[in-house]
Nanobody, 126 residues
Framework: QVQLVESGGGLVQPGGSLRLSCTASGFTLESYSIGWFRQAPGKEREGVSSIRRSDVSTYYADSVKGRFTISRDNAKNTVYLQMNSLKPEDTAVYYC???????????????????WGQGTQVTVSS
């Protein structure tokens, strides 16, 4: 059974950090480009970051550059999103997704991602 499971969300104060995990079962993450997306209440889903299959090039939304880092641990079949210097506007449900496409800086947030996780809530509040 193909499945993506996110974990690591929670409540954190502004300026704090969280690390989200996206673990796959039923397929090998290494063969896929993995994206992180988020959706806040009343807003459209937006791309946060992506890591390309094969050469692990990474891409970020302007709003998170310099604060978030995406990485991959192939041995654990897991992709991580390290989130530092969190702001209240980062509050959202965060989803990971997988695509077999070879994403690039122009399309990483727009290509069709085939597999999606169920999401994990991140709340940044004092």
């Amino acid at each position: 059974q193909v499945q993506l499971v996110e974990s690591g969300g929670g409540l954190v104060q502004p300026g704090g950090s969280l690390r989200l995990s996206c673990t796959a079962s039923g397929f090998t993450l290494e063969s896929y480009s993995i994206g992180w997306f988020r959706q806040a209440p009343g807003k459209e889903r937006e791309g946060v970051s992506s890591i390309r299959r094969s050469d692990v090039s990474t891409y970020y939304a302007d709003s998170v550059k310099g604060r978030f880092t995406i990485s991959r641990d192939n041995a654990k079949n897991t992709v991580y999103l390290q989130m530092n210097s969190l702001k209240p506007e980062d509050t959202a449900v965060y989803y990971c997704a997988a695509t077999s496409m070879y994403v690039n800086t122009y399309n990483w947030a727009r290509v069709a991602y085939r597999y999606w996780g169920q999401g994990t809530q991140v709340t940044v509040s004092s």
